[in-house]
């Protein structure tokens, strides 16, 4: 198997504030929102990563990029543990991981036309065969943007073509992964198939390897090779996408595929309501973090939390009381 | 460069719908011409002492009159534009870099510097400029390069200020996240993402600051703590005729009077341009 | 059938730019009867929000109204003195927004900022902080007592929605407006907040007026849904003629483009070709024709108008269909 992306029992850990508040309160002084994730991504393979929103998914996508503070675990690309970033260094596996962020026109430097940002990659690097210049155009066509999208400024572009320059530049300098945050957030339906369809068109040309960050399980059903569920900063199931659609084995896996509303009128029987609110990362609960909310909960899941069960390459899941 | 045209462009479709800062324009405008050519357009040389000729009014010969050593006092003001646009100029192009330089530094760099600079501005703004500039003369001696240094030292802060707030306020933002995604070095994003993004904020806060130098040099050099004498000023011009109120008011209105039209030009010139670049904040009519 | 509560007849709205006035609403047409949750539906740039603004008064400075009318309780919205109107908003009609941390002001407690929407009945604290915490139970707030004392920042977004929607309720509105409240939520949060918008509903008998661009949400939770594309009500009607059997070409598009009614997974999704219309330099004919998969020739002469009894769409294939 071609691993690209090794993530081994990754924590990110960030401090709080500390001063009087801390010295008052028992606050504790650091909060760890990603809790201990493993996960492999190989070549060509679209992996997603879903779950609610403050579960960790982005912070994870930013400690794979080397942008969030890495507490424990490690991350390894093409067998390489990869450095956090440095100033004024760049790491040459740098331009081989791209990172998609989710807002389609925040991301885009305001005050530079489209071909400045699309030529940005090239100068950091200084690489490309052609000039920055000639390159950018290349990328505009690549992403099936007429030329003279070049000239315009982040602002006076729709969410779907600030979405493509986003995928252009991502994929400027051919990276191997291409981590993309809530690509189709805010984007009207329509659109939505375009960039999904844009992404899929060029991970076969490329033979790229995409890990999608979403909570749009139905755009899931569809791009996803293998999906991994997360809650309060931990994997609580992960596996084979279409297993795990058809037979979750947790149960927040199972709430969370039951919630999804949809446009069939006649559909929506046997969901599965969670009752309770996420805790909060300040005070994880002790034992399984979803027993709060879990309706199997037993008094096993309050005080020790459970260990891998299953299989990591295939569906593997931690809880002490699986659904069948 | 397309940008540059294009702000241009801007700045004078933002200036036709706004009459006051048009007037703010050409009154710039005009106060920069006359300074700049004031060897070719003064009718005399504004040392020329003329004791026969003393606190005369207007004339035709003398359109502004002359002061108590008989110089003629349009000349004299003249050339004080030059002193007074050379200062500004020098000291605000000067503090505006080193506060862009320090403010980004303290804005993007470890929280370690961001706070020792953040105390340095601080301990250098809580002086009163006055009680700055009396002590740094009483060290040197009065002189233009004294009062310029000074009002370097005190505004760099200022800039400084700004600069780093707009930093720290960009530096969350996804778009310069994507470029050290990218492995963009920290000069690079500074250079070519923070600065585009603050630098006309930072002009229109430049150009609102002229009246305000223009008065600091006017102030020190009326107190004696400025340029040296016979050098014109538009503040030893005023303290000139300070003493002769009495005799002659021309010499205290033809001092006067630039100040007055420094402070309106730039000030509406500064506030167009803000309503241009910022339409936020500005004023509410419609 | 009694009256609706809301009646908007030919509502035409435009807005003044460089290039000539933007048509951003064009005789919109639609009514909420009373005890009703009416979705509409469309995608950005549909006129969603120009048509909340100009329900409640609260338009941009360049818009102008051109003409039409909004019937609130038979009273012309749109001829209401500003005095006339802020005494509905807030009391009659009231608005729970996409993003709740903006509504809310993040300085107050929730307690304070819910005493502060019943400043029209003479109560004490007291019994008004007994309002609140029975209204803030309702929604579905564990603890509602602690909650009063607390700052919307130190809420999740869930929690943050449901206050929303608390504060919204506790003047007993007529109707209720909520422009994408659940987009900003993830699905199961999204789930709950729909479910209890629909007891609530219940309760208190006002009708609903639910803004969102997310199909799967207005089928949840939608008595009848109102399609709007460019600016104009392309289909209306009860949801399940809507999406069981949509009668507008667009409507169909969109309804096919939605990933949830694909059951097989494909890596090709069905896309709506074609770009939004310029809404400065109007094409003649019907709005949605260089989009449209079948067009006649009639399309591209004359605007189609809303037809049909119930549910009713604004195609001229429906006509020649029968």
Same mark, same amino acid.
């Given at each position: 198997m071609?691993?690209l992306?090794?993530?081994?029992?990754l924590?990110?850990r960030y401090?709080?504030k500390?001063g009087l508040?801390?010295?008052?309160?028992n606050r504790?002084?650091f909060v760890?929102?990603?809790?201990? &994730?493993?996960?492999?991504?190989?070549?060509g393979e679209? +992996?997603a990563i879903v779950?609610?929103s403050?579960?960790g998914k982005?912070t994870?996508?930013?400690?794979?990029?080397?942008?969030?503070?890495v507490?424990?675990?490690?991350v390894?690309?093409d067998?390489?543990?990869?450095?956090?970033e440095?100033? /004024?260094r760049? /790491?040459?596996d740098?331009k081989?991981?791209?990172?998609m962020?989710q807002?389609p026109?925040?991301?885009?430097?305001?005050?530079m036309t489209?071909r400045?940002i699309?030529?940005e990659p090239?100068r950091?690097?200084r690489t490309g065969?052609s000039?920055p210049?000639?390159?950018?155009?290349r990328l =505009?066509s690549? &992403?099936g943007?007429?030329?003279d999208? #070049?000239?315009?400024?982040?602002?006076q572009l729709s969410?779907?073509?600030?979405?493509r320059v986003g995928?252009?530049?991502a994929?400027a300098?051919?990276?191997d992964?291409?981590?993309?945050?809530?690509p189709t957030?805010?984007?009207?339906v329509?659109?939505q198939?375009? +960039?999904?369809?844009?992404?899929?068109?060029?991970?076969?040309?490329?033979g =790229?390897?995409?890990?999608?960050?979403?909570h749009n399980?139905?755009v899931v059903r569809?791009?996803a090779?293998r999906?991994?569920?997360?809650?309060?900063?931990?994997f609580?199931?992960q596996?084979d996408?279409?297993?795990i659609?058809?037979?979750?084995?947790h149960?927040?896996?199972?709430?969370?595929?039951?919630?999804?509303?949809?446009?069939?009128?006649d559909?929506?029987?046997g969901?599965?309501?969670l009752?309770g609110?996420?805790?909060?990362?300040?005070?994880?609960p002790?034992?399984?973090e979803f027993n709060?909310r879990c309706p199997r909960?037993g008094?096993?899941?309050?005080v020790s939390?459970?260990?891998?069960?299953?299989d990591?390459g295939d569906?593997?899941y931690?809880?002490?009381f699986p659904l069948d | 460069?397309?940008?540059?045209a294009?702000?241009?462009y801007?700045i004078f479709?933002?200036?036709?719908?706004d009459p006051?800062g048009?007037?703010g324009f050409v009154l710039?405008s005009l106060i920069?011409?006359?300074?700049?050519?004031a060897a070719?357009?003064?009718?005399?040389?504004?040392l020329?002492?003329?004791?026969?000729n003393?606190l005369?009014?207007p004339s035709?010969?003398?359109?502004?009159?002359?002061?108590q050593l008989?110089?003629?006092? =349009?000349?004299?003001?003249?050339?004080?534009?030059q002193?007074?646009?050379?200062v500004?100029?020098?000291a605000i192009?000067?503090?505006?870099?080193?506060?862009?330089?320090? #403010?980004?530094l303290?804005?993007f760099?470890p929280?370690?510097l961001?706070r020792v600079?953040?105390?340095?501005?601080?301990t250098v703004?809580?002086?009163p400029?006055?009680?700055?500039?009396l002590?740094?003369?009483a060290l040197?001696?009065p002189?233009l390069n004294t009062?310029?240094g000074v009002?370097?030292?005190?505004?760099?802060p &200022?800039?400084?200020?700004?600069?780093r707030?707009q930093?720290l306020?960009?530096?969350e933002?996804d778009?310069i996240?994507?470029?050290?995604?990218m492995?963009?070095?920290?000069?690079?994003i500074l250079?070519?993402h923070?600065?585009?993004?603050?630098i006309?904020p @930072?002009?229109?806060?430049?150009?609102?600051?002229v009246?305000?130098v223009?008065?600091?040099e006017a102030?020190?050099?009326f107190?004696g703590?400025?340029?040296?004498?016979p050098t014109p000023?538009w503040?030893s011009?005023?303290?000139?005729?300070?003493?002769?109120?009495?005799?002659?008011?021309w010499?205290i209105?033809?001092?006067g009077l630039p100040?007055?039209?420094?402070?309106l030009?730039?000030t509406?010139?500064g506030?167009?341009l803000r309503?241009i670049?910022d339409?936020r904040?500005r004023r509410?009519?419609? | 059938m009694?009256?609706p509560?809301l009646?908007?007849?030919?509502?035409?709205?435009?807005?003044?730019?460089?290039?000539g006035?933007l048509q951003?609403?064009?005789?919109?047409?639609?009514a909420?009867p009373?005890?009703?949750?009416?979705?509409?539906?469309?995608?950005s740039?549909?006129g969603?929000s120009?048509?909340?603004s100009?329900?409640?008064r609260?338009?941009?400075?360049n818009?102008?109204i051109?003409k039409g009318?909004?019937l609130f309780k038979?009273?012309?919205?749109?001829r209401?003195?500003?005095?006339?109107?802020?005494?509905?908003?807030?009391?009659?009609i009231?608005m729970?927004?996409?993003d709740p941390?903006t509504?809310?002001?993040p300085?107050?407690?929730?307690?304070?900022?819910?005493a502060?929407v019943q400043?029209?009945?003479?109560?004490?604290?007291r019994?008004?902080?007994?309002?609140?915490?029975?209204m @803030?139970g309702?929604v579905g707030?564990?603890?509602p007592?602690?909650?009063?004392?607390r700052?919307p920042h130190?809420?999740?977004?869930?929690m943050?929605q449901r206050?929303a929607?608390a504060?919204?309720?506790?003047?007993?509105?007529s109707? *209720?407006i909520?422009?994408?409240?659940?987009t900003?939520?993830d699905?199961? *949060?999204e789930?709950q907040i729909?479910?209890?918008?629909q007891?609530l509903q219940?309760?208190?008998?006002?009708?609903i007026?639910?803004?969102s661009?997310? @199909?799967?949400?207005?089928?949840?939770l939608?008595?009848?849904v109102?399609v709007?594309?460019a600016?104009e009500?392309?289909?209306?009607?009860?949801m399940?003629?809507?999406f069981?059997?949509p009668?507008h070409?667009?409507?169909?598009k969109?309804?096919?483009c939605d990933?949830?009614?694909i059951a097989?997974?494909t890596?090709d999704?069905p896309?709506?070709?074609?770009s =939004?219309?310029n809404?400065?330099?109007?094409?003649d004919g019907?709005?949605?024709r260089?989009?449209c998969?079948?067009?006649?020739?009639?399309?591209?002469?004359q605007?189609?108008?809303?037809?049909g009894d119930?549910h009713?769409a604004?195609?001229?294939?429906?006509?020649t269909a029968?």
């Open positions: 071609n691993t992306l090794a993530i081994r029992d924590h990110v401090p709080l500390t508040s801390a010295l008052a309160g504790p002084s760890d929102v990603v809790h201990g &994730v493993s996960l492999d991504i190989n070549r679209t +992996v779950g609610e403050g579960s982005t994870l996508a930013m400690a794979v990029c080397g942008l969030a503070p507490f424990r675990g490690e390894r690309f067998g390489r543990q990869l450095e956090r440095r100033n /004024n760049l /790491n040459p740098r081989r991981v791209a990172l962020f807002d026109v925040g991301s885009l430097s305001p005050r489209v400045k699309l030529a090239f950091i690097h065969s000039s210049e000639q390159e950018a155009r =505009l690549l &992403v943007l007429s030329e999208f #070049g000239d315009r400024y982040p602002h969410g779907g073509q600030a979405r995928v252009a530049r994929l300098l051919e990276p992964l291409l981590i993309a945050d809530e957030a805010g984007l009207d329509s659109i198939g375009e +960039v999904l369809n844009l992404m899929s068109r060029l991970q076969q040309q490329m =790229l390897g995409i890990m999608i960050i979403t399980l139905n569809h791009i090779d999906m991994a569920i997360m809650y309060l900063g931990r609580v199931e596996g996408a279409q297993k659609f058809s037979r979750p084995r149960p927040y896996t199972e709430a969370l595929l039951s919630a999804n509303p949809s446009t069939d009128p559909a929506g029987s969901r599965i309501e009752s609110e996420v805790p909060s990362l300040l005070r994880r002790a034992g399984c709060t909960a008094d096993r899941c309050r939390f459970p260990g891998l069960a299953g990591f569906q593997a931690h809880c002490h | 460069m397309s940008a540059t294009g702000t241009v801007r479709a933002g200036l036709k719908k006051l048009m007037a710039v920069v011409f006359l300074a700049v050519f070719w357009l003064a009718p005399y040389d504004p020329e002492v003329d004791v026969y003393r005369a009014s035709f010969a003398h359109w502004l009159g002359t002061d008989g110089r003629d006092i =349009l000349s004299r003001v003249l050339y004080g534009g002193v007074a646009l050379r500004s100029l020098l192009s000067i503090s505006m870099a080193v506060g862009l330089v320090l #403010g980004m303290a804005g760099g929280r370690w961001d600079l953040v105390v340095a501005f601080d703004r809580s002086f400029t006055i009680m700055f500039a002590a740094v003369v040197t001696g002189s009062v310029i009002i370097i030292v005190t505004s760099i &200022v800039y400084a200020r700004v600069v707030t930093t306020a960009l530096r933002r778009f996240l994507a470029e050290r995604a492995g963009a070095s920290t000069f690079r250079r070519h923070v600065l585009p993004n603050i006309a @930072l002009f229109i806060l430049a150009s609102m600051d009246p305000a223009v008065g600091m102030g020190l050099s107190l703590l400025g340029v040296s004498p000023s503040g011009i005023l303290n000139d005729g300070y003493s002769y109120l009495r005799n002659s008011p010499p209105i033809a001092g100040l007055i039209a420094v402070t030009g730039f509406f010139f506030e167009s309503d670049f339409p904040l509410k009519d419609q | 009694s009256q509560v009646k908007i007849r030919d509502l035409s709205v435009s807005y003044q730019t460089e290039a006035p951003a609403l064009r005789d919109v047409t639609f909420v009373a005890g009703k949750i009416i979705g509409i539906v469309g995608e740039g549909c969603k120009t048509l909340i100009t329900i409640i609260l338009i941009a400075p818009a102008r051109g009318s909004i038979g009273d012309d919205l749109l209401m003195t500003s005095a006339e109107m802020r005494a509905l908003r807030g009391d009659e009231s729970v927004f996409q941390m509504s809310l002001n300085v107050r407690p929730i307690g304070r900022q819910m502060d400043h029209r009945d003479a109560l004490s604290r019994e008004k902080n007994a309002r609140s915490e029975s @803030l309702r707030i564990p603890d007592a602690a909650q009063l004392t700052y130190q809420l999740s977004g869930g943050r206050v929607i504060m919204a309720l506790m003047a007993e509105p109707l *209720l909520a422009d994408e409240p659940t900003a939520l699905a199961t *949060l789930v729909i479910h209890r918008l007891e219940r309760d208190f008998g006002c009708s007026l639910f803004i661009h997310h @199909l799967g949400v207005i089928a949840e939608c008595d009848e109102v709007m594309y600016g009500v392309v289909e209306s009607g009860p399940r003629d809507v069981l059997e009668r070409p667009y409507t169909r969109l309804l096919e990933p949830a009614r097989e997974p890596r999704l896309v709506i070709e074609g =939004l219309p809404l400065v330099q109007l094409p019907c709005i949605f260089e989009r998969p079948k067009t006649i020739e009639r399309c591209g002469l605007r189609p108008r809303l037809a119930g009713q604004s195609c001229h294939l429906l006509d029968e």
